[in-house]
């Protein structure tokens, strides 16, 4: 009888990552699409893998695609593969990542920058698990469990129009939510010491000796915004900086671009916009008699100008400078006739 591989490291004892590793016990057997939802860093990949190697899909492949590595015109033949002739350039068959994963799991990180083309032939292959390789026309059944993983609000990019409703609803058999560091920082001090040890490994050290207190506080203070990959960086760079296997590291480079000589980019004039210190009180004062939905409106058509303004008028952008869906947006410009 074959044994499960050795699983790579999910190290963790804070409440919200113990949740989550009971979450993923749970939805690793169930033979269902699923979503691995989190920001930048936190180790989604890691959960996708471990939700592949504790299903019964465990002695198949796995097999992973970024949608956000490749041009919009490669995504499609990467996943379905294409045919001789497909475009030019196509001398020889191609067998895309579902062909590939046949009898294991598909991990589609990025999914959310997958063209709404290639979502569509997603969602049939995940509803029927057939589709046609690009260029050809022989349907191909495949038995494939996906996994997407993002760290976008697939909700709001469905409603704004980027992101096809009927793929989210496919996918979301049960979303698994990564929590980021900064919410479990009593896990901080465990996974420096791991990387670190490892680290020194690399060097040859014959031991890791630590890290200060004070290190180890500041470690801790940090907020993280790169999430797990920051950490390891930042501890293996304080280790391999440090060089005395005998004396716990006592000093960190947490910002590896601070330097007197870093170039600075000029911002552009044309997108700056100077914060007024209250948006609100040059337009109203409740001291004298005011038409309060008048001028509410007027405040709200003068934000979705300047919003238009400092994104040069791409109406997307500018939705989400505001913190509105597309069509919600859209709305608002035509209720104020703003062109």
């Known amino acids: 009888m074959e044994q499960l591989p050795e699983l790579p490291p999910l190290i963790g004892e804070a409440p919200h990552f113990l949740d989550l590793m009971e979450r993923v016990q749970l939805a690793a057997p169930q033979d269902r699409p699923l979503l691995v939802i989190g920001e930048r860093g936190t180790g989604k990949e890691l959960i996708a893998n471990r939700l592949h190697f504790l299903s019964k899909r465990w002695q198949g492949p796995f097999v992973e695609l970024n949608c956000a590595s490749l041009p919009e ?8 593969g294409h045919e001789v002739g497909a475009f030019t350039g196509a001398t020889q068959r191609r067998i895309g990542r579902f062909e590939v994963a046949n009898g294991g799991t598909l991990f589609l990180d990025e999914i959310a920058n997958a063209t709404l083309k290639a979502q569509e032939k ?5 509803e029927y698990g057939t589709f046609e390789r690009v260029g050809g026309n022989r349907t191909i059944s495949v038995d494939v469990r996906v996994i997407g993983a993002t760290n976008a609000d697939l909700p709001s990019e469905a409603e704004a129009g980027r992101f096809r409703a009927d793929l989210l609803d496919r996918l979301s058999f049960d979303v698994l939510t990564v929590p980021p560091l900064r919410a479990r920082t009593e896990d901080i001090a465990l996974l420096a010491d791991h990387f670190g040890r490892a680290m020194a490994g690399e060097l040859g050290w014959a031991s890791f000796p630590g890290f200060s207190e004070d290190s180890l506080a500041r470690l801790v203070a940090h907020p993280w915004p790169g999430n797990v990959r920051e950490l390891r960086n930042s501890v293996e760079r304080a ?3 440090h060089g005395e296997p005998d004396r716990p590291v006592d000093k960190l480079v947490l910002d590896p671009f601070a330097s007197p000589f870093r170039p600075v980019r000029a911002v552009e004039k044309s997108v700056f916009v100077a914060p007024a210190a209250d948006p609100v009180a040059p337009l109203v004062s409740a001291r004298q008699p005011i038409d309060l939905k008048q001028t509410l409106a007027e405040i709200e058509a003068r934000l979705l100008r300047e919003g238009l ?3 040069r008028h791409n109406q997307k952008e500018a939705a989400k400078h505001l913190g509105l869906g597309y069509h919600q947006f859209r709305a608002r410009l035509r209720k104020y006739a703003i062109g």
């Open 309 to 311: 303004e400092v994104n």
């Open 122 to 126: 997603i969602l049939r292959a995940i």
């Open 73 to 80: 015109t490669l995504l499609e033949t990467e996943l379905f």
């Open 239 to 241: 280790v391999y900086l």
